[in-house]
Nanobody, 117 residues
Framework: QVQLAESGGGLVQPGGSLRLSCVVS?????TGWYRQAPGKQRELVAA???????NYIDSVKGRFTISRDNAKNTVYLQMNSLKPEDTAVYYC??????????????WGQGTQVTVSS
């Protein structure tokens, strides 16, 4: 049973940066970062496979970077040049969307990212 724990969110001004962390207890062959803004569906924004391939939705390309540290069982999401529209609760899980079809694990508690001046 995979368990996921997200952290690193906070309040940041537009143009600022945050790094989110996802500690994975168990084995995940790929990991995705999702976000859910108020009143919107949860969406996959970035994913990384076991081979290190990465994918991003267009709205975060060039600003977000997904990476992982296998020794720490942790997947990161570096978010730069943040915009108010990036405000959401961010979650990690197996990727489903963007051409990935993994079955989802139980969701963690997520981490709130608020971009506001």
């Amino acid at each position: 049973q995979v368990q996921l724990a997200e952290s690193g969110g906070g309040l940041v001004q537009p143009g600022g940066s945050l790094r989110l962390s996802c500690v994975v207890s168990g084995i995940m062959v790929a990991t995705g970062w999702y976000r859910q803004a108020p009143g919107k569906q949860r969406e996959l924004v970035a994913a990384i496979t076991g081979g290190g391939s990465t994918n991003y939705i267009d709205s975060v390309k060039g600003r977000f970077t997904i990476s992982r540290d296998n020794a720490k069982n942790t997947v990161y999401l570096q978010m730069n040049s943040l915009k108010p529209e990036d405000t959401a609760v961010y979650y990690c899980n197996l990727p489903r969307g963007m051409g990935y079809y993994f079955s989802l694990a139980s969701w963690g508690q997520g981490t709130q990212v608020t971009v506001s001046s």
